[in-house]
């Protein structure tokens, strides 16, 4: 039987399977600004597919955050540091501010932009507008989607730079013989001794 210095199933597979949208949600990033803008159906395919990854981020994301509130965290490994602790659990709680709030800002852009947005690129599945932004009128709206705009494209930068600052911490700590790396790991139990 594991014990509590092992994951949960569920933290494990939310913990990839987010970690790995979130790197195909950057490709796609990076991809858009590449198509040509003569290429428009290629474009309305890369957007609507990077827009869908981040709503489903945003809802995955949510259910991690309410499994973390109402389940029991392994217990901390010997030798951790308290200001790693700290660096840890501060990096954690700013990847759920970018986890949630970085889609929040990409559908305040989709909801002020003057082009439709579907799921999974299919044209029976649109994607709501945001309420809020409905009354602006279009000198207004341009603008609102312009502040998103730029700040989703800053929140995306400190984004990548915080996954770095989390993947080199893992490895360092794995290199250092901690166990912090491997019990993440999917199928991965500790024994108790």
Do not use: C
């Not at 889609?103 to 029976?124: C, D, E, H, Q």
């Not at 080199?168 to 790991?185: Q, S, T």
Request: a positive charge.
């Amino acid at each position: 039987m594991a014990d509590s210095k092992s994951y949960n199933k569920v933290a494990v597979r939310l913990h990839w399977g987010i970690g790995g949208l979130i790197v195909l949600l950057l490709a796609f990033g990076f991809l858009m600004d590449n198509v040509p803008k003569d290429n428009l159906s290629l474009r309305v395919t890369v957007f609507n597919w990077h827009k869908t990854i981040g709503l489903l981020i945003l809802v995955l994301s949510v259910f991690r955050l309410l499994w973390k509130l109402t389940h029991k965290a392994p217990a901390p490994l010997p030798g951790v540091k308290p200001w790693e602790k700290l660096v840890s659990k501060t990096v954690h709680a700013l990847f759920y501010v970018f986890m949630i709030g970085m889609p929040l800002v990409g559908w305040a852009m989709i909801s002020t932009s003057r082009f439709p947005s579907y799921l999974f690129n299919w044209a029976k599945l649109r994607i709501p507008e945001m309420p809020f932004w409905q009354g602006l009128d279009k000198v207004a709206k341009t603008e609102v989607h312009e502040f998103f705009a730029e700040t989703h494209e800053l929140m995306a930068f400190a984004a990548i730079a915080l996954i770095l600052l989390h993947v080199f911490a893992a490895l360092k700590h794995h290199k250092a013989g901690k166990d912090i790396l491997v019990r993440m790991m999917p199928g991965y139990t500790r024994k108790t001794d």
